[in-house]
């Protein structure tokens, strides 16, 4: 069993940056693949970043390709996401989301486990 906690979220500007954390608990959360998605009001939830257990792989969204930054530290057991450049059109509900194993990042089914959300809003 894995939980998920974000943080980092909140409202800024066009062209401001945000870095989201994502915690995670358990004691094999660190072998995990793991991956961001986004949510905004009547939309589905979408990929926006993956990050295999390792960290050797990555995986973007051609949305945010050149200015988000997925990464992990497997000893804090914690995974982040540094956006830059941030526009309106990325304000949404950000989720974290786990997978001990999938056969692809970028759809939401494959994961197992999901954190509450935090809500980014970048203003114009």
């Known amino acids: 069993q894995v939980q998920l906690v974000e943080s980092g979220g909140g409202l800024v500007q066009a062209g401001g940056s945000l870095r989201l954390s994502c915690a995670a608990s358990g004691r094999t959360a660190s072998s995990y693949n793991m991956a961001w998605f986004r949510q905004a009001p009547g939309k589905e939830r979408q990929f926006v970043a993956g990050?295999?257990?390792?960290?050797?792989?990555?995986y973007y969204a051609d949305s945010v390709k050149g200015r988000f930054t997925i990464s992990r530290d497997n000893a804090k057991n914690t995974v982040y996401l540094q956006m830059n450049s941030l526009k309106p059109e990325d304000t949404a509900v950000y989720y974290c989301?786990?997978?001990?194993?999938?056969?692809?990042?970028?759809?939401?089914?494959?994961?197992?486990?999901w954190g509450q959300g935090t809500q980014v809003t970048v203003s114009s």
């Open positions: 989301a786990a997978a001990p194993r999938y056969s692809g990042p970028y759809n939401a089914r494959e994961y197992d486990y």
């Open positions: 990050i295999n257990y390792s960290a050797g792989k990555t």
